[in-house]
């Protein structure tokens, strides 16, 4: 007997799909395949404009990229030329502990909160361990150690000890930079100038009221007592 044939209906009339169509359809306007072709394509361009960068970059004459490894780096500090061969990650804090002797510079919260580590770069206070030591090449870079020595020390130094503003110690380097890059910018400072200066630096032993009034005889007496 013959066999009866019914009539295709519309959806078997349909060209069989591809395996992109089918994924676009089950997932969306584009299919994983599609994607992953326009993020290679994407990456590749991306790696060419980098490269054209970094050719120009070079081309002009500008600085290459450091590290990973140790380079070696210059400094002044105190006055005083200083070499060290340091990773580029290292941070001025840690270059100068750790490298260069120079240990008045605090390590307390590293993450530039407390202000222990204040040292002076061109004369303005800045977090050592907030700026990497390549960063500070070609700086004048001021440490604790180099305002004042125990024989010969600086006025805010001795006010320091004479209104006994320190109690444990680990602030105390910080505060006492602070002060002097203070005193450099107002010679005379009222209470709120030195509250507003000092305001990044942490005592956590509460010497606040010996600080200001180290302060203000450094000043040569002004009005920051109290």
Known sequence: MAQT??????????????????????????SR?????????????????????????????????????AVDMAFKINGKAHVATLEPRVTLLDALRNHLDLTGAKKVCDRGTCGACTVLMNGDPVYACSVLAIEAQGADVTTVEG???PANMHPIQQAFVDHDAQQCGFCTPGFIVASAALLNRHPNPDQDTVHRELGGNLCRCGTYAG????VAQAAGGGTTNG
């Open 33 to 69: 395949r599609q994607f992953l072709r326009g993020s290679a394509a994407a990456g590749a361009a991306s790696a060419g404009l980098l490269s054209g960068i970094l050719d120009d970059a070079a081309a002009q004459g500008e600085p290459g990229v450091a590290g990973p490894g």
């Open 211 to 214: 600080v200001r009034a180290a």
């Open 147 to 149: 305002l004042g020595s």
């Open 5 to 30: 044939r019914y009539p295709k209906t519309p959806r078997e009339e349909q060209p069989e799909a591809s395996a992109d169509s089918a994924e676009t359809t089950a997932r969306g306007p584009f």
